[in-house]
């Protein structure tokens, strides 16, 4: 027998996880023990503001009083029913959400992969039942450099061969098209299309926004070609881009809409589909389900986030401090970053390649006492938590500065 581990420094704990943990990450050396609103600290009390918040499953911020609190108060009273029997969290927090979001019925799930699992089952069984397309003959429309998750199925439709090397066979029923190409999307439409399945804001991609019109003309193409828009607001969504939704940036409902991470206010995995009567309703009992999904506390967290959300302050926040945020990167535009994309408090930012890759500044970054997260080649990505204070954001901003500059 080896004695138990009794490693203190964040040097030890790192050396600890390599025989024992998966190596499907590779983390920055930072290990962090605590944290509260913008900020976290690691075992040696260094303290870093968080300018990833969680890949926006932090919105507001670590730990927000109001989340902790729904959080004990539920786990005083009940936890877990399973689906098997009702719990009397759960129609209070469909309702709310789908009020939230101006669709009707709500899904509750767990993770953001089983969301879109989901809205993809959702989906072809619509197709046949409503629709009337022949059986296993259902497409869905995808795009490339699309990010949905990493099960099976969805690494089968991703354009990013890390995510597929090695992990064949892939399921069939998809076509990928070109990001923010409209003409693309409809020529690859046809009678068997159920549904497009886009990302409003491409996030891992390196936050893409696409031109004025696209998300509009997605949902117009949809509805005259008689299939689904489903969008995936997982990252996007929840106040992040200064809307609840970033669809709203183009006054667009979709038919289906995938919901998680911050769903759960940085506390529990809650994800959702969000949709319109006629078509989630295409579900009957047994056809799909989940254990923890619906799940008492997950509804109670979940409630309280769509009671942050109701406000409206955190969209606003995100709104007014996102054009702080897109003022500070325009000051540094040939200063060390070559271009960026922003909306909202969330921004893509290409390094000059010459002063390192995207993971050499997120380490110098680091060492400044800020947190980011590199996504392709030179590009970082920022999304502090909605609760950031301007000062806050200009201490980060000033950091990355002094970074590009040394
Ligand atoms: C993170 C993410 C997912 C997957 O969510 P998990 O909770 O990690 O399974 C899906 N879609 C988008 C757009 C995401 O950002």
């Known amino acids: 027998m080896t004695a138990p581990v009794r490693t203190r420094s964040s040097a030890d704990l790192i050396r600890a996880e390599e025989p024992v943990l998966a190596h499907n990450y590779h983390p920055l050396p930072v290990v962090v023990a605590r944290a509260e609103g913008s900020w976290v600290e690691d075992v040696e009390g260094r303290r870093y503001l968080d300018l990833l918040a969680g890949y926006s ?78 059986a296993d003959r259902a497409t869905i429309v995808v795009a490339a450099e699309n990010f949905h998750g990493r099960t099976t199925t969805i690494v089968s439709f991703s354009t990013d061969e890390t ?13 990928i098209v070109p990001y923010n ?17 886009i990302e409003p804001i491409q996030g891992e991609a390196g936050v893409i926004i696409p031109d004025t019109g696209y998300l509009a003309g997605v949902r117009e193409l949809t509805r005259r070609e008689g299939c689904l828009f489903i969008a995936d607001e997982i ?29 759960g206010g940085g506390i529990v995995p809650v994800s959702a589909v969000v949709a319109r009567r006629d078509v989630l309703g295409v579900l009957r009992p047994g056809e799909h389900g989940s254990t923890f999904g619906g799940n008492p506390l997950s509804a109670a967290v979940g409630t309280a ?49 010459a002063l390192g890759s995207g993971r050499e500044v997120s380490e110098r970054l680091m060492r400044e006492g800020i947190l980011v997260k590199d996504t392709h080649g030179s590009t970082i990505r920022l999304a502090p938590p909605l609760t950031i204070t301007a000062g806050e954001l200009t201490q980060a901003l000033t950091a990355l500065e002094e970074v590009l500059r040394a």
């Not at 709310?96 to 509750?108: E, F, I, K």
């Not at 995510?163 to 399921?171: D, I, K, L, M, S």
């Not at 190409?181 to 497009?196: F, K, N, S, Y």
Request: proline residues 4%.
């Open 235 to 263: 990252q996007s969504g929840l106040g992040r881009t200064g809307r609840t939704l970033a669809v709203e940036h183009e006054s667009v409902v979709p038919d289906v809409l995938l919901l998680g991470k911050a769903l």
């Open 305 to 353: 986030v769509v009671e942050l959300l109701e406000t409206g302050q955190f969209q606003q926040r995100a709104a007014e401090l996102g054009a702080v945020l897109r003022g500070g990167l325009s000051a540094l535009v040939g200063r060390g970053v070559v271009g960026f994309r922003s909306r909202g408090l969330w921004a893509g930012v290409d390094v000059d390649p």
């Open 181 to 197: 190409d409209l003409a693309a999307l409809e020529a690859a439409v046809d009678e068997t299309t159920a549904a497009v399945l």
């Open 57 to 134: 499953a932090l919105n507001f911020g670590h730990r927000h009083p109001a989340l902790i609190e729904a959080a004990h108060a539920q786990l005083d009273r009940l936890t877990l029913t399973s689906r098997a029997f009702h719990n009397d969290r759960l129609a209070e927090f469909a309702a709310r959400l789908a009020a939230l979001t101006g669709l009707d019925m709500v899904l509750p799930m767990n993770t953001g992969a089983e969301a879109v699992e989901s809205g993809i089952k959702v989906a072809r069984k619509w197709a046949y039942d409503v629709k009337g397309v022949p």
């Open 163 to 175: 995510a597929r090397q090695g992990f064949g066979p892939f399921t069939p029923g998809f076509r």
